[in-house]
């Protein structure tokens, strides 16, 4: 039995220990730490959270102001066929992101109201010079070419940029703008910015940029000699259509009547 805290049987007696002032204030210390761990990791989830939720948000379908409006964008998957562009990491080729993306960009713009004119539709070979005749033709408000990067120097390079006219108006910085907006949105490695002419002349330009007569834009969707760009397209291709509809919506709100 116990007596004032002594167990009494047999030869045997223990005392019941009672913590020290010391061992009570670790305790409290360890309890206080613990709650403070705890309290930052429910911020950073809340955080993380927040920003998940923002950018679902702004993914949502961007529509036409005027339902009546009749407009038409030229989406032009780069490469394909026997030209398959730039080579990933992984040995993806760079004509089936284009063409996979191209078709998402299609379908949501179609599901905003406006009419969409594809250069190619499969794994076809696709003339250079027939893409800008085929958005001429069809007489377009904008033509974006879709496209993936490369470098040398494998995973030191990355992040999205767009090419625009050497003349650099204000519609076109508007419509690529208004993209790379609502790309970041989604989430990027990095922004490249908006450039104007070739890789090696600002005062040349690419062909289907230089033989459209409309706006015209090609869309570099991160490099594929970096791991980071190569896991962001394919983790985020659905929400990088969406945000690119939604930037060309937004363009065509205000820039084409």
Known sequence: MFIDGIFIGGNMSKRKKKMTVKQLRALVAFLVVINIILLICVLVLGIFLAKANSGKARQQTVRLKKANDTYTVCVDAGHGGSDVGAVGLDGSYEKDDNLRLALKVADALEKSGVNVVLTRSDDSDTQLASRSVIANKAKADLFVSLHRNSTATANTTKGIEIWIHSSGSERSYAAADDILTNLEEVGITDNRGVRI???????????????????????????????????????????YAKAISNGIVEWLNEYVE
Do not use: P
């Open 197 to 239: 002419g070739t890789q090696g002349d600002s005062d040349d330009d690419y062909a289907v940029i230089r033989d459209t007569d409309m706006t015209s834009m090609i869309i570099e969707m991160g490099f594929m000699t970096s791991q980071d760009d190569l896991d962001y397209f394919n983790e985020n291709i659905e929400n």
